[in-house]
């Protein structure tokens, strides 16, 4: 493979150099009272596991905002599990290895919040009430222990001018959804069939 490996932490720093003390010193252990505002006003995180031998998987979580995290105590939060595919991945990984790494978008920012701990699964609660959405409650939630919280900075967000309407063009050379399940997932199916699938109705199934 092309390219000059880097193995050392020194080379590492002598090129990307030394954080500044303010930045290097920014992670905290417990929640600030502006932590639990955005966590509020979050409708969407990702989520960083990995398993036992340390196979990665980041899975995309939403939800209104306000029902996407449960703040439970200074140190401790809660994401619902929704209806998906039922791969599991990441509940899978935290059955074997607990750590865990979550960044809490809020559309139209670039910062983002960043949460570092160890996580286990439950399956009920008397906070699962707060989580309902519609007729929904949660079978399932993720409960993360906070190690380290901060804010990031919104410098890739502002490279990918992620938010700016001009650059959106999500099918202008990428295909359609359902044209990429047609390929890669489901061949045997019409494409009409598969068109219709993921068409309107498919934000209707959402906690179905």
Known sequence: MDGRRIETLDELRSIV????????DKARSTLHELDRRWLAASPFCLVGT??????????????????????????TIALPERPGNRRADGLRNVLENPHVGLNFLIPGRGDTLRVNGRAHVVRDAP??????VGPHRPALALVVEVDEVFHHCAKAFLR???????????????PSRAAIAKALERPEERMEELEAYYGPAYGRRLYG
């Open 17 to 24: 150099g030394e954080p500044l003390p303010r930045v290097r």
């Open 50 to 75: 990995a398993d036992a031998e340390g196979r990665c998987d980041v899975s995309p979580k939403g939800d209104p905002a306000g029902r996407l995290v449960h703040v439970l105590d200074d140190t």
């Open 127 to 132: 906070w699962f009430d707060d989580l309902v």
């Open 160 to 174: 990918a001018k992620l938010w700016d309407p001009e650059t959106w063009g999500p099918e202008a050379t990428v």
